[in-house]
């Protein structure tokens, strides 16, 4: 082992679903040379994250070491992937590479927050391998839910690793490459120090199921049924959406598309050439004409997001479109966990139009784009590396995964979001633990996890907010009595009486008793104004509010 | 017919799961004299419903006919359908009645309201009866997974109604009473007019499974685990938790239950009978001395709750109690729609720990307490109603249910909450809608859905709060500026500086050119102020907030 350390850290998607983002450095320790592999996005939820927009790795490590950084690089153009690179550029300035498909997302992506699309640049499959420093590297296209997926190969002075990015081990994708296994065990050849691999679906123990092996019963599904068929997918899911199509042309139906990013997504495949003989679709202006049982729409929100097509035509209408009695809406998708709700309440609202809604169905209309524990397995097996290093998922399936390795008799470690890990000797050695966090993106503004501001949001919609209002003048003396303002909370309490007027009048009382030391001083006048109202708001509501206290002095 | 009629009016649990509620009627039309089956609560989630304690029916309905209401009956003491018996009792005014388990948890809900709990009755089972108005009413035993639960026998002058309740058709339940088909039988002999049925399950297409399946499962997997083995399931699943209980004895482990509402349950079924044989327990104190591979803890919170025994063990430590490397944390139980985050959470925090968790794993570890459609349609068959009502379920599962009832050539009816079904005729007329509602338990006050106040505090957290305060003189002449607190927002937004002191001089400028009307207006400038502040916040942070505006005039 030379003086020279190959090191992997995870500031993203180690320990959670979400937000990629994976750092391999090269060089004396302390002064590698860096990469970036994936710069993706994590979805807010109310309970977390009220009001955010979206959240970001923290890559304040990162950003003190932007000097380091040669490269980022982007294995597949999912948004859990691609989707910071926009935000987070500027605070790394480093080239963006990636393939043809996955480039085009992260150049728009980038001319969204205003940087130079030019920045990214396209590579091929490997064996085309860029030298960046140190490391050399490849993209080896592997089968998943979008096109061109890749795995990275990544040569250093200490080996070889593969960081396998998302996949599934599909031999007949339906749209973009097959896994291909020779390509594998080719790349696999020279020998494999590391395996940094996708940790999804280790607790799916049946093998996975091809994307092509839905078509026969969507193709079935969508030809049974008399009226419309409306059926969503995730926009990326290319060959899904192709699938979909198709079926509907094989049952002599017009197909349109609604929904803005499953247009872009199939034009992107197009432009870019992964997708060639998409059915021609017809606009939503043209749909409104087709009898109803020769029309089937695709359209977005499979999650049941609140402005995607689905959830527009569960409220009512999307485009000029309507369902109606006798329409079917077909799921053809899996609910993410936490967006169960969403998904329910469209249900609900296309039964209560009368519209036939089948789902998944236990895997008929769906299939995941994840290696199941087998085929993860079996990639273990094909790429025979020297240790596993699970990553793509959360702590229960990084754990699960070095279980599986461990029990296969390789190497594993359990390394999530920052922990730094040597992969220069015969085993990982954790040599580090780094500070990670998460950034939101609230508006127009990037703020930290930790900032305060979304707690205060959160205690606000568990709370209530109390606005308590007091002008005191140039001699200290108050002028009349405190005054309150109640957001969010009942006007009555136990008592029967005005919330607001029972609290003005403890505060009044308070006011009478106050010292010329306590008039004198906000803070303490703040203190003991919030503790007046909280009691008071405790007694009527039997919950204690966020009080917000505005002393105006006079002067 | 007879002038008379009989009416059913589901107020809650009709289109959603959850605070159950149905009214049943016979009489003049607009004069029917009425009972109530069952008075549930739901439970709040942070997108809809954030600081809200429990969810009612809205019984305004049922409280401007307060003198009409000759009983209350609860068919088992599940929260979602005897939760809300102490805080609507009040409004009702009517004797309660259930069998003996049941009026357990009946009457300490009336105790913990202040009401007397001597109101709640006790009843045999079926053939017993209560003639009650122009009503004949019995509860007849059901397998579900709490004890005792009951469908309602309501014998009318129009003929026999059997309300199900929640019910699955388990012939070895474990605890309670097996399915008595013949008891049924017995039931349905003299005619059934309608079934009022469970749509709960409706979409599962197998056959349902027996409670007393999981025994040899559970017993397996408790005997090979090497550390402490810590389960939970609903606390109100007796049958469970003795099961539960049993294969800790037999795999040599000592017992104990944690959590209240567990410990709760067990005394209240041994107490009323139900329960006569369960397995000797140890309190906590003594469990902390018991070597790990030697116990097994039962405890509350399969869904993640926060402050149940489950959240606390996974957050460090619960009763002096603690998990470690080698346990193993099973979850006998589901996962509800919208609970799928808290529990993610709190298995990634026993992975943390280095505790293995296993879940349901499709079936092994659980099973429903609901009838799924093979069995829906076998109580159709057996009752041979002559029509069928759907309750307890979604709008998609009542929907979906009076289909099934419909292909097997019965009469049915869709009639989510608020539809009034006369049920005189041969087939089932909606005859009226009734506006329901629902009503929130928030602190110590009960407010209604469509207030405003949840409203507000959900804008709030997706918002933010601005507070807008202005001193107006005698003379109606501003004291100074305006100024402005901000609540959960960025300081500081896409100019770099403090977005509080940009507002207020945004404010300060309205204010210069404010003429006399605005400024004796206090609508008028509140609504002005509120759109300077709205946009400066729009302008610097890409949000526009919640407003509020304080007016101080001096006089």
Same mark, same amino acid.
């Given at each position: 082992?030379?003086?020279?350390?190959?090191?992997?850290?995870?500031?993203?998607?180690?320990?959670?679903?979400?937000?990629?983002?994976?750092?391999?450095?090269?060089?004396?320790?302390?002064?590698?040379?860096?990469?970036?592999?994936?710069?993706?996005?994590?979805?807010?939820?109310?309970?977390?994250?009220?009001?955010?927009?979206?959240?970001?790795?923290?890559?304040?490590?990162?950003?003190?070491?932007?000097?380091?950084?040669?490269?980022?690089?982007?294995?597949?153009?999912?948004?859990?992937?691609?989707?910071?690179?926009?935000?987070?550029?500027?605070?790394?300035?480093?080239?963006?590479?990636?393939?043809?498909?996955?480039?085009?997302?992260?150049?728009?992506?980038?001319?969204?927050?205003?940087?130079?699309?030019?920045?990214?640049?396209?590579? /091929?499959?490997?064996?085309?391998?860029?030298?960046?420093?140190?490391?050399?590297?490849?993209?080896?296209?592997?089968?998943?839910?979008?096109?061109?997926?890749?795995?990275?190969?990544?040569?250093?002075?200490?080996?070889?690793?593969?960081?396998?990015?998302?996949?599934?081990?599909?031999?007949?994708?339906?749209?973009?490459?097959?896994?291909?296994?020779?390509?594998?065990?080719?790349?696999?050849?020279?020998?494999?120090?590391?395996?940094?691999?996708?940790?999804?679906?280790?607790?799916?123990?049946?093998?996975?199921?091809?994307?092509?092996?839905?078509?026969?019963?969507?193709?079935?599904?969508?030809?049974?049924?008399? /009226?419309?068929?409306?059926?969503?997918?995730?926009?990326?899911?290319?060959?899904?959406?192709?699938?979909?199509?198709?079926?509907?042309?094989?049952?002599?139906?017009?197909?349109?598309?609604?929904?803005?990013?499953?247009?872009?997504?199939?034009?992107?495949?197009?432009?870019?050439?992964?997708?060639?003989?998409?059915?021609?679709?017809?606009?939503?202006?043209?749909?409104?004409?087709?009898?109803?049982?020769?029309?089937?729409?695709?359209?977005?929100?499979?999650?049941?997001?609140?402005?995607?097509?689905?959830?527009?035509?569960?409220?009512?209408?999307?485009?000029?479109?309507?369902?109606?009695?006798?329409?079917?809406?077909?799921?053809?998708?899996?609910?993410?966990?936490?967006?169960?709700?969403?998904?329910?309440?469209?249900?609900?609202?296309?039964?209560?139009?009368?519209?036939?809604?089948?789902?998944?169905?236990?895997?008929?209309?769906?299939?995941? /784009?994840?290696?199941?524990?087998?085929?993860?397995?079996?990639?273990?097996?094909?790429?025979?590396?020297?240790?596993?290093?699970?990553?793509?998922?959360?702590?229960?399936?990084?754990?699960?995964?070095?279980?599986?390795?461990?029990?296969?008799?390789?190497?594993?470690?359990?390394?999530?979001?920052?922990?730094?890990?040597?992969?220069?000797?015969?085993?990982?050695?954790?040599?580090?633990?780094?500070?990670?966090?998460?950034?939101?993106?609230?508006?127009?503004?990037?703020?930290?996890?930790?900032?305060?501001?979304?707690?205060?949001?959160?205690?606000?919609?568990?709370?209530?907010?109390?606005?308590?209002?007091?002008?005191?003048?140039?001699?200290?003396?108050?002028?009349?009595?405190?005054?309150?303002?109640?957001?969010?909370?009942?006007?009555?309490?136990?008592?029967?009486?005005?919330?607001?007027?029972?609290?003005?009048?403890?505060? /009044?009382?308070?006011?009478?008793?106050?010292?010329?030391?306590?008039?004198?001083?906000?803070?303490?006048?703040?203190?003991?104004?919030?503790?007046?109202?909280?009691?008071?708001?405790?007694?009527?509501?039997?919950?204690?509010?966020?009080?917000?206290?505005?002393?105006?002095?006079?002067?």
């Amino acid at each position: 082992m030379s003086e020279n350390r190959l090191i992997y850290l995870p500031l993203g998607g180690a320990g959670e679903i979400g937000m990629n983002c994976y750092v391999y450095g090269y060089g004396t320790p302390g002064k590698e040379r860096l990469i970036v592999v994936d710069l993706g996005v994590t979805f807010p939820d109310m309970d977390t994250t009220p009001g955010v927009d979206l959240i970001f790795p923290d890559v304040s490590w990162l950003e003190e070491r932007k000097d380091r950084i040669d490269g980022i690089f982007i294995t597949h153009a999912h948004e859990d992937h691609v989707g910071a690179v926009g935000h987070l550029w500027g605070k790394l300035d480093a080239p963006v590479y990636a393939r043809a498909f996955t480039a085009h997302h992260a150049r728009r992506k980038m001319e969204e927050q205003g940087h130079n699309p030019d920045k990214v640049q396209v590579m /091929g499959p490997w064996p085309e391998m860029r030298q960046i420093g140190d490391f050399n590297i490849g993209f080896l296209p592997v089968s998943h839910s979008i096109p061109e997926s890749s795995a990275m190969v990544i040569e250093t002075p200490d080996g070889r690793v593969i960081h396998t990015g998302d996949f599934k081990i599909d031999y007949d994708p339906g749209v973009g490459e097959a896994f291909d296994r020779d390509l594998w065990t080719e790349a696999s050849k020279p020998g494999v120090k590391a395996l940094v691999c996708d940790s999804t679906n280790v607790f799916s123990g049946h093998e996975g199921r091809s994307e092509s092996s839905l078509a026969p019963e969507i193709t079935r599904l969508v030809a049974e049924q008399p /009226g419309m068929v409306v059926a969503t997918t995730f926009a990326s899911n290319v060959a899904r959406v192709k699938t979909l199509a198709e079926a509907g042309i094989a049952a002599g139906r017009s197909v349109c598309l609604l929904g803005r990013a499953m247009r872009r997504m199939i034009e992107a495949s197009v432009e870019t050439g992964v997708l060639s003989d998409f059915p021609s679709t017809i606009p939503p202006e043209d749909a409104r004409e087709v009898p109803r049982g020769n029309l089937m729409l695709i359209v977005t929100g499979s999650q049941g997001e609140r402005r995607a097509a689905s959830a527009q035509l569960a409220r009512g209408k999307y485009m000029g479109l309507t369902m109606a009695e006798g329409d079917t809406f077909l799921f053809s998708s899996k609910t993410i966990p936490g967006n169960e709700r969403g998904v329910i309440s469209i249900m609900n609202q296309f039964s209560e139009q009368g519209v036939d809604v089948v789902d998944d169905d236990g895997g008929r209309y769906h299939v995941s /784009g994840h290696a199941n524990r087998p085929d993860i397995l079996a990639m273990h097996e094909l790429v025979r590396p020297q240790m596993v290093v699970p990553m793509h998922g959360e702590h229960r399936h990084l754990r699960e995964h070095v279980k599986l390795a461990k029990d296969n008799g390789r190497a594993g470690v359990l390394a999530p979001n920052g922990t730094c890990v040597s992969l220069s000797g015969n085993k990982p050695e954790v040599v580090e633990y780094v500070e990670t966090g998460r950034v939101y993106l609230d508006g127009a503004v990037q703020v930290g996890a930790l900032d305060g501001i979304v707690r205060d949001r959160i205690r606000m919609a568990l709370n209530g907010h109390v606005v308590v209002t007091l002008i005191i003048d140039e001699d200290d003396t108050p002028l009349g009595d405190p005054w309150v303002e109640l957001v969010g909370l009942p006007e009555t309490g136990r008592s029967g009486s005005s919330v607001a007027e029972i609290m003005e009048q403890d505060l /009044g009382q308070f006011m009478q008793r106050a010292d010329d030391r306590t008039l004198m001083d906000d803070d303490k006048l703040d203190e003991q104004l919030r503790r007046v109202a909280r009691n008071t708001a405790n007694d009527e509501l039997g919950r204690k509010p966020e009080v917000t206290v505005v002393i105006s002095r006079l002067s």
